[in-house]
């Protein structure tokens, strides 16, 4: 278990826990208590690399935060306490309600352990399957489509793939930002081998994009159409792989005739893209033997999502193309445990180690190898049912783990209505203060990332160990002890009487081999019954690992490949093709919501923020909501570059600000997923977003909802960056953001403060009359009326309290100089009073916008490198100004910043 001492000046190999890439990470504790990470060469997701989230992974152990101990309808109470309660609950709610009146809703991050646990709980001794994860909100549909053609959810291709393909095909994939070292591995393929071709289909024109790329921005939603357009091409053209449809798969006939019932001109139509583009797309798919299609959320988190899946795998399956090096489809996770999740049947609909749920010798073996009294038999809820039924009054006991509800479920705001409600929520998790703790009965404190000891695994089926590093804070448990705690309460001590986690993954690994192997993808029989000191040397390894063989060694490949010759884990060994007839998406936009909103992730941030905020460093990128939107669609709605403007749907709204940009689609708006009410007062755009979903997946439509945008006409902005973040902010658009030294803060308002001065002293946290002009050492107040500018800085101790800028426009105060001033001196009244001029003086630039993080280097330095010192290349740049030479995740943007600043340059060359 993790309370083994931890060791000082010891470096510990671990794992990233935040993208489905599951890089391994070395953390090294120091005797100061300060800990610092770098990436494990030996790791083979990452061989050393990290991107910037994970580089700044040490920044994010403080304990600001964090939830040390239970608590007890808001007081602190001791574990037995907590413990019993939350049994207690459950038992009067089974007993009076029935076991389906109970639900878990867990989360991607917990370890697979955690998962293991939790379902064995609820599948096998509670006897519902009311348990899903928010990995359903992620790549449900993969697992949908997986089943559907393969008979398993199996991921047939490894990462190496991405190295030895001619052609890769991302879809609805901003690998650059969302899994940015899974993107650099492509990056230095391509590098070294310039004839790598790249397809990007997506709407916007993301930073994947900007690699060497045909970008094709296609009409959200209708990818169905173009793959069947691809299908329909390649049978048409000779690509068909004869030997390998007939031996090893089904139904190819069926899918070809419905994906045929579309001609180009139809499929131009639908998706946007002009014919000699998609002919282009589909002739270099047809002309290359290995093709790899990378597909993430763009493709999962949609209501035709299973059949986006099963397009795509049907132009595998027809090829042949699958299963082979550099081929195959290849989904790529959003969370740190996703897959492992899958693994251990973290989704409503399955059971652990990939048996199913619906078939009875799966559920029986199961249940004589639990020793369970009472099996799940038919799939639980899933995530937007299972909210649904806790605001219908039926589910009235709920434990989440580790995730956060009410920010991250399609139409948040019913979400925190339905916990409003619940007889009985009990939340565990590290954070003490998130928009859906502010719900939770019982908290339960969780040990985090850094403290606990489990496995993960990654988007190529690859498990590694996540070890602790750090004593647990507090009274802080891990995840799997604090269910198994409870279940011993419950009455099942036997089944839940663990020693720590290599006891779980032992029990774990053993399911795996409970019915016949041939049938069955998932086998780990090679690694159970492995002991706690094997489980902590265990290095990464990917499944299967079958029983070991007569030397004693597990049985493993280093990078393993599914199906190249079929063996496909459905009755009669063959893959099936799925007939995915083009649907529109289920709501279209109106005369009242004209566009569509497309939801996502942005470089520095992960989920609702609660990790990554606390980096002043990530935060630095970008540090508030905003919505990115095409020029004539600002132009039509009246919205100016900088301002703020709501974003409304059927189900909610929120304040964003405008980002006006033509590499966004026209009729569509992007806005990122993390902001929560803790970092701004309207950012949470779930409560927009639609509770529509895919049919066969359940997972909802993340990147379709018809909105309507307007100017927030805001009669004042501000800016202000301060030691201490206010306890209660009331203007009507604020986002505050992590600053080294204390906070930044954006704001705006409807109606100025009458007296600006008040409203500081509040804001600053000082006590009334701090800001008395005749203090004019300590306190400085520039004020011009004509323009309305206000302009208010505190001192203490020479160093600057707070500061504010207030204006009749956007702030145009460089933020990054304004974040800098909360960690310099101020020795002298000049150097005080240049803070009033709202920028940096004469011999200091301005670095304008973080683009990288790692360095603080920002636009205009990068822009002033191109133009003034001639660099050319993301290379030279990294060589002056050492941008882009860390974790490299800003790559792209800096290459594209480039290619900006010198196509201006030669505009303007052509002016002269
Ligand atoms: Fe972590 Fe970045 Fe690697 Fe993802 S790509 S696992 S976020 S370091």
């Given at each position: 278990m993790t309370s083994k001492a931890i060791k000082v000046h010891t470096t510990t190999a671990t794992t990233c826990?935040?993208?489905?890439?599951?890089c391994g990470v070395l953390a090294t504790t120091k005797e100061d208590g300060t800990v610092s990470v770098t990436g494990d060469l030996?790791?083979?997701?990452?061989?050393?690399r990290l991107c910037s989230k994970g580089a700044a992974l040490?920044?994010?152990?403080?304990?600001?935060?964090?939830?040390l101990a239970p608590h007890l309808f808001g007081k602190m109470v001791d574990w037995e306490t907590a413990l019993e309660f939350a049994a207690s609950q459950f038992i009067d709610c089974i007993n009076t309600?029935?076991?389906?009146s109970v639900a878990f809703y867990l989360s991607g991050q917990l370890l697979t352990e955690d998962y293991y646990v939790a379902n064995k709980l609820m599948?096998?001794?509670?006897?519902?399957?009311n348990i899903d994860t928010n990995s359903r909100l992620c790549m449900a549909s993969t697992v949908a489509g997986h089943k559907r053609a393969?008979?398993?959810?199996?991921?047939?291709?490894?990462?190496e793939d991405l190295t030895c393909a001619d052609l890769i095909v991302l879809v609805g994939s901003n690998l650059a930002w969302c899994h940015p070292v899974l993107y650099q591995r492509i990056m230095a393929a391509q590098e070294s081998r310039p004839e790598m071709k790249l397809v990007v289909i997506d709407p916007r024109k993301t930073a994947?994009?900007?690699?060497d790329c045909h970008h094709l921005p296609i009409a959200p939603g209708s990818d169905v159409a173009l793959f069947n357009g691809l299908l329909s091409f390649l049978e048409k053209n000779g690509a068909v792989e004869q030997n390998y449809v007939d031996a090893h798969t089904t139904g190819v006939r069926g899918a070809c005739k419905a994906a045929g019932k579309q001609g180009l001109s139809t499929i131009a139509n639908i998706t946007g893209l002009p014919e000699q583009e998609i002919l282009q797309f589909y002739h270099s798919f047809l002309g290359t033997e290995r093709v790899v299609t990378v597909y993430s959320q763009g493709v999962?988190?949609?209501?035709s999502g299973t059949d986006k899946v099963n397009a795509i795998i049907n132009c595998h399956l027809i090829t042949g193309r699958?299963?082979?090096?550099?081929?195959g489809p290849f989904s790529v996770t959003g969370q740190p445990n996703a897959m492992g999740g899958r693994e251990v049947g973290g989704l409503s609909n399955q059971l652990a180690s990939?048996?199913?749920?619906?078939n009875l010798e799966h559920r029986n073996a199961l249940q004589k190898f639990w020793k369970?009294?009472?099996?799940?038999n038919k799939p639980g809820l899933k995530a937007v049912e299972l909210f649904e039924a806790v605001k219908a009054g039926k589910i009235k006991a709920l434990w989440i783990m580790g995730t956060n509800p009410v920010d991250s479920l399609p139409e948040a705001d019913t979400v925190r209505s339905a916990l409003e409600t619940c007889p009985f929520v009990v939340i565990s998790d590290v954070?003490?203060?998130t928009d859906t703790t502010a719900y939770a009965d019982l908290l339960l404190p969780a040990a985090a990332w850094g403290e606990k000891d489990g496995t993960v695994t990654n988007s190529e089926r690859r498990i590694s160990r996540q070890r602790a590093f750090l004593p647990l804070p507090g009274v802080t448990k891990p995840d799997w002890w604090i269910t198994s705690e409870v279940a011993k309460r419950m009455g099942f001590r036997d089944a839940f009487c663990y020693t720590g986690p290599a006891d779980i993954f032992d029990e774990y690994t053993r399911s795996?081999?409970?019915?016949?192997?041939?049938?069955?993808?998932?086998?780990?029989t090679g690694i159970s019954n492995v002991d706690e000191a094997a489980y902590d040397a265990m290095s990464p390894v990917m499944w299967p690992v079958k029983k070991r063989c007569k030397a004693g060694k597990p049985s493993f490949e280093k990078n393993y490949r599914f199906f190249a010759k079929g063996h496909f884990f459905t009755e009669d060994g063959k893959a099936r093709f799925i007939p995915t007839p083009y649907r529109k998406p289920q709501t279209s936009p109106s005369k009242e919501y004209p566009l569509i909103l497309n939801t996502g992730r942005v470089r520095d941030q992960w989920h609702t923020?609660?990790?990554?905020?606390?980096s002043a460093r990530l935060m630095a990128h970008i540090g508030e909501p905003f919505a990115e939107l095409h020029p004539e669609d600002a132009e039509n709605f009246a919205i100016e570059g900088a301002s703020l403007l709501k974003v409304t749907s059927s189900h909610g709204s929120i304040i964003a600000r405008a980002v006006i940009t033509d590499r966004q689609l026209k009729g569509s708006v992007f806005v990122p997923m993390h902001w929560t009410d803790q970092f701004t007062a309207?950012?949470?755009?779930d409560c927009v977003v639609?509770?529509?979903?895919?049919?066969?997946?359940?997972?909802?439509?993340?990147?379709?909802t018809p909105i309507a945008i307007s100017p927030f006409r805001a009669s004042w902005y501000g800016f202000a960056v301060l030691r201490e973040k206010p306890n209660s902010l009331t203007p009507e658009y604020w986002a505050a953001a992590k600053a080294k030294g204390g906070w930044s803060l954006e704001l705006a308002g409807l109606q100025k403060p009458d007296d600006c001065s008040a409203f500081a002293e509040k804001l600053f946290c000082?006590?009334?009359?701090?800001?008395?002009?005749?203090n004019n050492d300590r306190a400085l107040v520039y004020n011009d009326p004509t323009k309305g500018h206000i302009r208010i800085a505190l001192f203490e101790d020479n160093q600057l309290k707070a500061a504010l800028f207030v204006a009749c426009e956007p702030v145009t105060v460089s933020r990054i100089w304004a974040r800098d001033l909360l960690t310099m001196n101020f020795e002298t009244t000049a150097q005080r009073l240049a803070?009033?001029?709202a920028g940096p003086g004469e011999?200091?630039?301005?670095?304008?916008?973080?683009?990288?993080s790692c360095f603080s280097v920002g636009l205009n330095q990068i822009t002033n490198a191109v133009?003034?010192?001639?660099?050319?290349t993301v290379n030279e740049l990294g060589a002056m100004?050492?941008?882009?030479?860390?974790?490299?995740?800003?790559r792209p943007e800096i290459r594209r910043i480039i290619d900006e600043a010198l196509s201006s340059q030669i505009g303007q060359n052509r002016k002269c």
């Open positions: 826990p935040y993208c489905g890439v599951g030996e790791h083979p997701a990452n061989f050393g040490h920044e994010t152990l403080s304990l600001e935060g964090r939830l309600h029935g076991a389906e599948k096998g001794f509670i006897g519902t399957a393969f008979g398993t959810d199996t991921v047939p291709g490894c990462y994947t994009s900007d690699l999962n988190q949609s209501s699958i299963g082979k090096p550099g081929c990939h048996l199913s749920l619906e369970a009294p009472k099996m799940a954070v003490l203060k795996t081999g409970l019915v016949q192997s041939d049938k069955r993808d998932l086998d780990l923020m609660t990790r990554t905020s606390l309207k950012g949470r755009v639609s509770s529509q979903t895919d049919p066969v997946s359940g997972q909802p439509e993340s990147k379709f000082c006590e009334d009359g701090a800001l008395n002009q005749n803070v009033l001029a011999g200091q630039p301005d670095r304008g916008a973080i683009v990288c133009v003034k010192d001639h660099c050319q100004l050492n941008a882009g030479t860390n974790c490299g995740s800003c």
